[in-house]
T-cell receptor, first 116, second 113 residues
Framework: NAGVTQTPKFQVLKTGQSMTLQCAQD?????MYWYRQDPGMGLRLIYY???????DKGEVPNGYNVSRLNKREFSLRLESAAPSQTSVYFCASSSQQGLGTKNIQYFGAGTRLSVL | AQSVSQHNHHVILSEAASLELGCNYS??????LFWYVQYPGQHLQLLLKYFSGDPLVKGIKGFEAEFIKSKFSFNLRKPSVQWSDTAEYFCAVNAGAGNMLTFGGGTRLMVKP
């Protein structure tokens, strides 16, 4: 079982460059999420998608865009990378639609991004 | 806005020692509570969860957590840790429908063999 797959695993960017982080899940889940993980701050929600065709901002959306390409795939784009976006990015999915009370989220392995 | 606090940022224990990691949240209503674990180089995995019922919940690998509503706490415990428990542990809270899952800052546990 692949679960949630993220690519790439590592990336180094220069300030101002753009890139897209890819995420795919094979669990037929409705909801997908993008988080960033910074030391001492836990995981913070960037964007989420409650269902195919919908996306909403999370806690820290500035500087990012997302696309829910289909039910399986949810990508995160950095249009003009900044050093403050150096972080580990995690994609997650859950079966329940939206921000439900009993959402168990399943996580990918993460993308470690450095912006110089 | 809900918030989650994990008081211990780094914990170092010897094998066979007992473990208790603190987690407190700030929300007065109904909550759903989770502990996730992240082993070195791996993704987050669900350790255990509390939705309702018995406030003492058991998870995988001998972990348990107790929900104490009056203290807004959901502490994680294990009677005897092993070297393989070395990981980062995250408490997370979901305060009702339509709310985000909010994570604590994490506790990095190192178990010395």
């Amino acid at each position: 079982n692949a679960g949630v797959t993220q690519t790439p695993k590592f990336q180094v960017l220069k300030t101002g460059q753009s890139m897209t982080l890819q995420c795919a899940q094979d669990m037929n889940h409705n909801s997908m999420y993008w988080y960033r993980q910074d030391p001492g701050m836990g995981l913070r929600l960037i964007y989420y998608s409650a269902s195919e065709g919908t996306t909403d901002k999370g806690e820290v959306p500035n500087g990012y865009n997302v696309s829910r390409l289909n039910k399986r795939e949810f990508s995160l784009r950095l249009e003009s990378a900044a050093p403050s976006q150096t972080s580990v990015y995690f994609c997650a999915s859950s079966s329940q639609q939206g921000l439900g009370t009993k959402n168990i989220q399943y996580f990918g392995a993460g993308t470690r991004l450095s912006v110089l | 806005a809900q918030s989650v606090s994990q008081h211990n940022h780094h914990v170092i224990l010897s094998e066979a020692a007992s473990l208790e990691l603190g987690c407190n949240y700030s929300y007065g209503g109904t909550v759903n509570l989770f502990w996730y674990v992240q082993y070195p180089g791996q993704h987050l995995q669900l350790l255990l969860k509390y939705f309702s019922g018995d406030p003492l919940v058991k998870g995988i690998k001998g972990f348990e957590a107790e929900f104490i509503k009056s203290k807004f706490s959901f502490n994680l415990r294990k009677p005897s840790v092993q070297w393989s428990d070395t990981a980062e542990y995250f408490c997370a809270v979901n305060a009702g429908a339509g709310n985000m899952l909010t994570f604590g800052g994490g506790t990095r546990l190192m178990v010395k063999p």
